[in-house]
């Protein structure tokens, strides 16, 4: 029975993750033949591809014991960059190699002042937040930025293997690769041990800030990318673009079992819940029910379905861990 | 005369511990009375039940004669106990006098703001001290907090004052005002608790000494008719028969050297030598500088003079990683909060720290060989459990303790640092663990064994080192190191005062 990965638990969240999912199909189903049609299910995953591309690292970095607020800033920056760089005259190749770069850069400032000075990550990404949103505004201002060439804009909508465009190709490989790290490497072992007690962590001799910064590095990149992707879907880029995306990315983690308080969570139940929050919306889009109403909706089952049942264990261990750093 | 307050026959037990054994406790309305016991001899615990944090298991406290129930600490206060600490307990951000009336007098919508300053500078007035009531307690020192603690005892007509190690972290000169303060209380008719580690101190200013062990009072006398030696003696008084003895073996060459290590405010001068196969015992009062020495050596909190020379080479330690690499590894006194991560499985705990010998040639964690690899170790310590994948958390506290040591032996240290590697656990845990220690050694580690469990130190090292106030006071040999020895010199007298 492999450790770091919690059968018992596995058993309680994701089970039931996977049942209510189960009941979302079926009335979806029911209510469309059209449901399980391979392009249907491809556009579900696709309304939404650049979120659930950044929700894998998220998950690695509440795990962690942290959060980043500023990742859907980095997606708008990283799409503001390129999309300004290729305005002036830059090949969009070169362009997307500095989006990524800029992305990387917002990661190491984040995971600076988070693992080397240790200040709280909530308020460091928030200020990240702001920031790289503020830059974005600079470099785009009111205007929209299109125009990009055709094999940009086909990278965001073209069928790439099969009927799967790129961004969904490579959704499926960072699963993959997000779980075997998670789950079966070193680092993730790391992550985990430090979300549980950073200063047990140090004091079993874990690279705590190196493994911090990793993290945000990952974030500031895959970020980048999500945005990069998302301006090639969509064609344009404002300054706006990605605008407040961090809470939907943060609540389908909470929502996949994974502890605010780190140290608990599973890639399983996080892929659960991604689906499950697709599903979920589609249903809704069935039924006429709008984006507002969607997202009351999916919150009221965030309180309900994550908060509540974990609330006392979780609640334990935080002051558990507060009196150990207030002492 | 009645005594203000008086405990009868008071037990309180701890899972694992007696704490308290059937008490007699009392203080006199005018006295000073000092409470004196090494480490864990139930000090903590008399006072927490005085002041009502802890609830005794049985017995009964009279106040005045009248039987009384302590709840908790607001009620204590009603009752006119007090009680001071060696860190004040001041709010940095209000002044003189709202620290002082805070809790009982700073209340409703509207504050009498002239009356306020003028009690509180009539109460600073009666303690004798100039001290502004309008200043702001935050550039205040030590003792001043202090000061402003004792005048808010005072104010609350407090007849019974606990001061638990109030001049541990004064200057002989403050520790003199404090001393003026104390008696100007005493004449009040105050009933004072003074407990101290400091012989000198408890000479001049006690009226009574009482000393515990193991949760028993074993003596209560008037300064009078007691000596120095005689308090030592009541203090130690422990039988070392049931002791694992050490085996034998052959001291090997020198593996570490500590020169005037030093870390500002905390310790400085330490120096010292371990041999392969020697353990050095570390005795001395908790808070000594014992542990912070341990973590300067791994590496948590690096010391900032001295010298560290490692099987001949001069070492800076900077982080734990380094210090792991150098063959250096620290078993914490916190096994729960630093030494394990409890809710992850006890084979995860033990190849933590040698993590990177179970990957794979693509970085994936080999659970064949970390499930051996913690099998083994289940072997070789007795590791009570029912499966190695099971949580940490979940162990007793003698077995998680072997899952401690298990992870750091795995990194096949040289020199193994133990910090209180038997607090908290049971008999039998315990003569494991002492077994081990003798193993270890037989195979030629260098150990640095921390305990304040002295008769565990005497028992265990071949010379100990002891410190007192984060001064190192001497290195003793086994055979000349008694327990009188060891707590003289850790409370402060030096070798030549010895008199056994």
Known sequence: MPPSFKWDSLKRWETLLAVVLAVVVIFNISQSSVFLRVDNLVNLFMLHIEKIIVVLIMTLIIINGEIDLSVASVMGLGACVVANLYERGVSMEAAILVGLGVGALCGIINGFWVAYVRLPSLAVTLAGLIAYHGIAEMLVEDRSIGNFPDWFNQLGQKALIGPLPLSLVIFFILFIIFAAVLHFSAFGRYVFVIGNNREAARYSGVRVRQVKMMLYIMSGVIASLAGILFAARLGAVRASTAEGFELDIITVVLLGGVSIFGGKGTLAGVGLSIMLVLCLRNGMNLLSITGNTQSTVIGVLLIFSVLIPNLTQDFQGFWNRRRMIAK | ?500
């Open chain 2, 1 to 500: 005369m009645q005594p203000i307050l008086k405990l009868e026959n008071i037990s309180k037990a701890f899972p694992g511990v007696k704490a308290l054994d059937h008490v007699e406790f009392e203080l006199f309305p005018g006295e000073v009375h000092a409470l004196l016991g090494e480490n864990g001899a139930g000090k903590s615990t008399l006072i927490k039940i005085m002041t009502g944090i802890y609830q005794p298991d049985s017995g009964q406290i009279l106040l005045d004669g009248h039987p009384i129930k302590i709840g908790n600490s607001a009620q204590a206060q009603g009752y006119g106990i007090a009680a001071i600490y060696q860190e004040p307990l001041v709010f940095p951000d209000l002044n003189v006098a709202e620290n002082i009336f805070i809790g009982h007098r700073v209340k409703g919508a509207f504050v009498d703001w002239r009356k306020m300053y003028r009690e509180a500078d009539d109460i600073l007035a009666r303690l004798g001290v100039s001290l502004d009531a309008r200043s702001q307690a935050r550039g205040l020192t030590l003792a001043q907090q202090q000061t402003v603690e004792i005048a808010k005892a005072l104010s609350l007509n407090a007849r019974v004052l606990i001061m638990d190690e109030p001049t541990a972290s004064l200057s002989a000169h403050e520790v003199e005002q404090l001393f003026n303060l104390t008696r100007v209380l005493r004449e009040r008719g105050v009933a004072i608790l003074f407990i101290s580690h400091r012989m000198d101190e408890i000479f001049e200013i006690a009226d009574r000494v009482t000393v515990f062990r193991d949760g028993q009072q074993i003596s209560s006398k008037p300064i009078a008719e007691i000596t120095r030696d005689g308090v030592i003696q009541d203090m130690v008084g422990r039988k070392l028969e049931s002791f694992f003895a050490r085996n034998e073996h052959e001291q090997g060459e020198l593996m570490l050297s500590v020169r005037n290590l030093g870390k500002r405010g905390i310790f400085s001068d330490i120096n010292f030598d371990i041999h392969r196969g020697e353990v050095l015992g570390f005795a001395g009062l908790v808070g000594a500088g014992r542990t912070d020495v341990g973590l300067a050596l791994f590496g948590v909190e690096p010391a900032d003079s001295g010298e560290i020379i490692l099987k001949g080479s001069q070492q800076q330690i900077r982080s734990p990683e380094q210090a792991q690499a150098l063959g250096i590894a620290y078993v914490t006194e916190d096994r729960r909060q630093l030494g394990l991560t409890l809710p992850m499985s006890i084979a995860a705990n033990i190849s933590l720290p040698s993590l990177r010998k179970y990957l794979s040639a693509v970085g994936i964690i080999r659970r064949k060989a970390e499930q051996a690899t913690a099998e083994n170790y289940r072997q070789r310590l007795s590791i009570r459990t029912p499966s190695i994948w099971q949580e940490a958390g979940k162990l007793s506290g003698g077995n998680q303790q072997k899952v401690v040591l298990s992870k750091w032996l795995n990194t096949e240290p040289q020199l193994l640092i133990l910090d209180e590697p038997t607090r908290g656990i049971d008999v039998g845990a315990k003569a494991e663990v002492h077994h081990i220690i003798d193993q270890l050694a037989g195979q030629g580690m260098g150990i640095m064994l921390i305990s304040s469990d002295l008769p565990e130190v005497l028992a265990m090292s071949d010379r100990i080192l002891v410190m007192r106030e984060g001064q190192q006071m001497g290195i003793f040999n086994r055979e000349e190191a008694t327990q009188e020895v060891v707590i003289n010199a850790a409370m402060g007298q030096s070798r030549s005062d010895v008199k056994v």
